[in-house]
């Protein structure tokens, strides 16, 4: 661990996008002992986040640095040869990143590694496998509900991986008040995803229905709450806006467009309707009435079969009549939402997790890829399908096109272990 039980856990926390941000800066604070703020990073790329964005989530007063992943390599290597190196880092990323700046890491050959925590930011509903995979080597993989952590585990277990490194927790952004009606007060939300639809024609249709629910009850605030405003990014690509969408429309008085934080819209909430979208789960935690919309189907791409046999799913027709669905208990209690007044305790297996593995002596190797004696036959072209970003400048001065272009080759060729060269030289730019 640090020096002594006694000095402060040093943390940092790589994010490739605002939400991603949102979830490791509180997961840094839920399972450590840190008292100051953790150090961020963001990387710099197609999701990277505005200020804005970044200052929307909430959760820092201060702005973390955009890097590639090169420049976080070094200043890792930096902290720790001026004897002040990280305790833990947060990896707040998609699967192929996790899984390049693990190798990165290892590669570095620190004296004292730090421990490497990853996760995922909400409702895990596709690629599962893949993804976990990714994040293998990881010391602790944090599930947010007992069901994902049964699924994780029988993942890596299934392909003759350890399951060690999976902690059951709940997601870190979690809170507010129980929801209370107040007379007078009658908000629907709808929660908006980048991509989930993706087409235009279903993103009208949601956008439509929205406004005639709107008109149909003159009484009611319709609220579309949104992710991002134009030209801004998150990790999926919006190629309908809503705000667009509705430019072609008459929306009535009580139909409105709204940004800002997610807990301080639910403040206002009776009803929250989404497709998929993680804000229900925050609005289960707090006991709002939640809708799972159904009028585009029940389809893994959509993510909204994670809520079959929540009691939850409902169509607009249904809603427009006046459905308040209830969720179903036994399904509640298994999703990490703790709305039973448990989630206090919720970190306190990862916490643990993470104090163990500080007091050791010193900490295993990072074993990020797959050989005959872990996992064999998982061979993923990390190069060709998830990249450190580096920005065009510093790809033609570096040579580092070149570089890419054959650690893909030979990735698909030989397997992961020939991506170790490639990160090193990364991080010694």
């Known amino acids: ?57 909430g959760v820092s007063t201060t702005t973390p640095s955009e890097v590639t992943g090169a420049e976080f390599l070094r200043a890792v290597r930096d902290a720790a040869e001026r004897g002040q190196g990280y305790d833990v880092i947060v990896l707040a990323l998609v699967g192929g990143t996790v899984r ?8 570095l050959t620190l004296d004292r590694r730090p421990v490497i925590v990853t996760g995922y930011v909400g409702v895990v509903y596709e690629k599962l496998t893949d993804g976990l995979l990714l994040r293998h080597g990881a010391d602790v993989v944090l599930a947010n509900s007992r069901h994902d952590a049964e699924r994780f ?11 060690d490194s999976v902690v059951e927790a709940a997601l870190p952004f979690l809170g507010g008040a129980p929801h209370t009606p107040e007379a007078g007060r009658d908000t629907l939300v709808f929660a908006a995803q980048p991509s989930v639809p993706a087409g235009r024609a279903e993103r009208s249709y949601v956008l439509e229905r929205l406004i005639r629910h709107a008109r149909l009850h003159p009484d009611r605030e319709v609220l ?24 072609d429309l008459d929306p009535p008085a009580n139909f409105r467009l709204v940004y800002g934080h997610m807990g301080e819209v639910l403040d206002r909430t009776d009803l929250l309707v989404t497709v998929s979208s993680t804000a229900a789960l925050e609005a289960l935690h707090r006991r709002i009435p939640t809708a799972i919309l159904t009028d585009l189907g029940v389809r893994e791409p959509l993510g909204n079969h994670h809520f079959v046999g929540s009691g939850l799913l409902a169509s607009f027709e249904a809603l427009d009549k006046g ?31 993470v104090a163990a593995l500080l007091a050791l002596p010193a ?56 991506v170790a060269p490639v990160i090193r030289r990364l991080g010694e730019l």
């Open 100 to 107: 390049a700046v693990l190798q990165g890491l290892a590669d």
């Open 224 to 247: 579309l709450k949104l992710r991002s405003k134009p030209g801004e990014h998150t990790t999926h690509l919006e190629e309908y806006p809503f705000q667009k969408l509705v430019r």
């Open 323 to 353: 459905l308040v669905p209830t969720p179903d208990e036994t399904w509640l209690a298994r999703q990490g939402v703790a709305s039973d007044g448990s989630y206090e305790e919720a970190f306190d297996a990862a916490r643990d997790r």
């Open 153 to 163: 585990r029988a993942v890596y277990e299934g392909v003759g991986a350890g399951s």
């Open 1 to 57: 661990m640090p020096a002594s039980t006694n000095e402060a856990v040093r943390v940092a926390v790589l994010a490739d996008s605002d939400t991603r941000w949102k979830w490791g800066a509180l997961t840094a604070r839920r399972i450590t002992t840190a008292t100051a703020e953790p150090t961020g990073f963001v990387l710099r790329g197609r999701a990277t986040p505005t200020p804005r964005q970044l200052a929307e989530t």
């Open 363 to 418: 900490l295993p190797p990072i074993t990020p890829y797959y050989t005959a004696e872990t996992a064999p036959g998982y061979l993923p072209g990390i190069l060709a399908r998830h990249r450190l970003d580096v920005t065009a400048q510093e790809t033609r001065e570096s040579g580092l096109r070149r570089i890419v272009r054959e650690a893909a080759r030979g990735a698909y060729r030989h397997g992961v272990q020939r």
